[in-house]
């Protein structure tokens, strides 16, 4: 079976500021993408950024950039310069090629503090 | 639409009334799927449809819940005679092709049940 772990339920950082969301999978699969979506209080699930386990090369959307570990199975978050609308859940996730649905983590609620 | 539509955003029902929940796709999105999330918790996969196949049930927590996609498009998630642990947020997601895994799943802003 296909999981996905995050292990931080809860985390703040100061605005300005660099924080790290962890995330691990567990697949036997090779081919797959990983994503972290982003949920604010609006509840509008958005997608903040997007690896394709076949490169090596870590995805970088403006602030937001990974880690990608594929060997260790780990896609941590960094997001850069932090700001105050960046409050939200944040969910990792990973669709496996030829599969049929996307698997989510359980979510880190990140706070952004003035 | 130019998003995944959700409709209603907010219902109220009384237990064990049933009720059904609407999606409507991002156009020509072949793959849809729902969702179930409680309060503060991740997503629970319910049902998955891709295009003319049969759908991935898999999810489905009782036989209260079913789900029809009707004409490759609209999806309705029914749940009949709802009960108090059915509150939760029921969100709907398309993506353009789920056997190409370059596809990203889209959101609606989902449906927030509440049985009293």
């Known amino acids: 079976a296909q999981t996905v772990t995050q292990s931080q ?7 300005a500021e660099t924080v790290t969301l962890s995330c691990t999978y567990d697949t036997s699969e090779n081919n797959y993408y990983l994503f972290w979506y982003k949920q604010p209080p609006s509840r509008q699930m958005i997608l ?5 386990a076949y490169k090596q090369q870590n995805a970088t959307e403006n602030r937001f950039s990974v880690n990608f570990q594929k060997a260790a199975k780990s896609f941590s978050l960094k997001i850069s310069d932090s700001q105050l609308g960046d409050t939200a859940m944040y969910f990792c996730a990973f669709i496996w090629n030829y599969g049929q ?7 880190t609620r990140l706070s952004v503090l003035p | ?18 009720v059904e929940l609407r999606c409507d796709p991002i156009s020509g999105h072949t793959a849809l799927y729902w969702y179930r ?28 819940f079913s789900a029809e996609r009707t004409g490759g498009s609209v999806s309705t998630l029914t749940i009949q005679r709802t009960q108090q ?8 997601a398309s993506s353009a092709e789920s056997w190409t895994v370059s596809a990203e799943a889209f959101f609606g ?5 509440t049985v009293v």
């Open chain 1, 101 to 107: 649905n996307f698997v989510f983590g359980p979510g």
């Open chain 1, 9 to 15: 339920p809860e985390m703040s950082v100061q605005e």
């Open chain 1, 48 to 52: 903040v950024i997007r690896q394709e």
């Open chain 2, 109 to 113: 802003q989902g449906t927030r049940l």
């Open chain 2, 85 to 92: 642990e059915d509150s939760a947020v029921y969100l709907c």
């Open chain 2, 37 to 64: 999330q409680s309060l503060g918790q991740g997503l629970e996969f319910l049902i998955y449809f891709q295009g003319n196949s049969a759908p991935d049930k898999s999810g489905l927590p009782s036989d209260r």
């Open chain 2, 1 to 18: 639409g130019a998003g995944v539509s959700q409709s209603p955003s907010n219902k109220v029902t009384e237990k064990g009334k049933d």
